[in-house]
């Protein structure tokens, strides 16, 4: 079954295709995020004094959304369509979300964003786990093949930005939106290439076809699934519209409808948890102990590190001296430029260790993965202090800061991917990913609070230098703390977590 596959460089056939696929999804994925706050913030919002609240609420919305569908669609993926349908169906819905946001208009915003999350809830479960079935258990070269397969996501997330930031800039938002969508097509395009040439053999078809055939109200599921996609994505866009806050105080202070709803989420899967452990061997209960804190651990990390492309690029715009460097959404392309210099060094620098017996146990990495987040924060922090007249600090400060947070997220995100599925007992490791990608998304719900904190309300559409420097560079601050106190905690934990 495995040596029907051509081989490349090494690696099967199809691996190749599926990086590619994979490159111009993230493509699309983040041109479109380098350009969202800005374009919330300066025109769907732009009306409003308190804008920076109204985008950092939707933002949050889209970012947990775009994450919790993944748990949906590799479950439907498992059960009816197939890793090969799901993912045609997920980039078709991506890329009419993209085409949907070079529309200039408040509906066809939310409808966008919408579709762009129900996509990503098909196409990036799929793929992921598509690169796992092209290797045999237990083969080392699958581990290499995922940090190539994670380099094509970041060389898409490196580019990305850029072209739809100069395109933004030169041309307008439109053109920038458009040129993700143009992304996104492209990467389906290389799919099908790939499954008319035969590279993938059997993989990815429907359990059975029985399944897509089976009626439910007279309907083949391999159809209603598709219908009821598109139907829930209005539904989902007037969830992303209802940003406003329930009430001003109180337990709901501040919050909107998805505030609420990813609370009781997150009450029931820690129930379920529960639940599970009560019901697990003592030796499965421990294990299942330490998934559930790497899970936390990495929610923390996102919950900084996905503030990229909000509350950072807000900073960047109006705080950083950016003047013939690149523009504000540029600066999103800085964490995959760092992820791609560093991603072969640090896994080439684990092995050695491996080799000398002093691989640092997962634990520690994920200790030292929350201190370097914590130390690039302060970076941010201390900027504040080399501003020129202007209240604009030099470039250089986020350079580094990219450069810090992208060697924690080596520290954590591939090692945990890989640990989260050894530690899973067996009846429930699809759960489990599920609540490994739910991390990402409840990690929006920080960014969102986060976001609130540090909203800027002005009427100046220019607002930025020394009015709002000290809001953003004490916020910082306090991150980095945050991030520092959770790295020392692990640390000091680690050894009783290893055992
Ligand atoms: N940058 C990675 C990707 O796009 C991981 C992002 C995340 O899980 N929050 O795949």
Known sequence: EYSDQKQMLGHPQGLFYLFFAELWERFSFYGMRALLTLYMVNVIFEALAERDFATAAVYASYGSLVYASTVIGGKISDQILGMRNSIFLGGILMAIGHFVLAVENDIAFFLALSLII???????????????TLYEKGDPKKDSGFTIFYMGINIGG??????????????????????????????????????????????????????????????????????????????????????????????????????VIFQGIGIAVLAYLAYEMYRATLEERKKLFVAVLITVFMTIFWGFHELSGSVITLFAARNIDLEGIMSAAQTNSLNSMWIIILAIPISMMWTWLSKKNSNPRTPYKFGLGLLFAGISFYVLAISGASANANGLVPFAYLLLMYFLLSIGELFMSPVGLSKITDLSPKRIVAFMM???????????????????????????????????LAIYTDGFMLIAKYALAAGLIVLVASPFIKK
């Open 118 to 132: 129900v996509g990503n809830g098909f196409f990036k479960p799929n793929i992921s786990t598509f690169v796992g």
């Open 158 to 259: 490196w580019v990305a930005p850029l072209l739809c930031g100069w395109l933004a800039a030169k041309y307008g938002w439109h053109y920038g939106f458009g040129l993700a969508g143009i992304g996104m097509l492209t990467g389906l395009i290389v799919f099908w290439r790939g499954i008319k040439r035969n590279v993938f053999g059997a993989r990815g078809l429907p359990p059975n076809e029985q399944v897509m055939n089976k009626k439910i109200l007279g309907i083949k599921q391999g159809i209603l699934v598709p219908v009821l996609a598109v139907i829930s994505a209005p539904l989902i866009a007037l969830l992303l519209a209802s940003y406003k806050s329930i009430a001003t105080d109180g337990i709901f202070g501040g919050q909107n409808i998805v505030n």
């Open 434 to 468: 599920g609540v490994w990608f739910l991390s990402s998304a409840f990690a929006f719900q920080i960014v969102g609070f986060i976001g609130k904190q540090l909203a800027i309300e002005s009427t100046d559409k220019n607002v930025g230098g020394f009015d709002t």
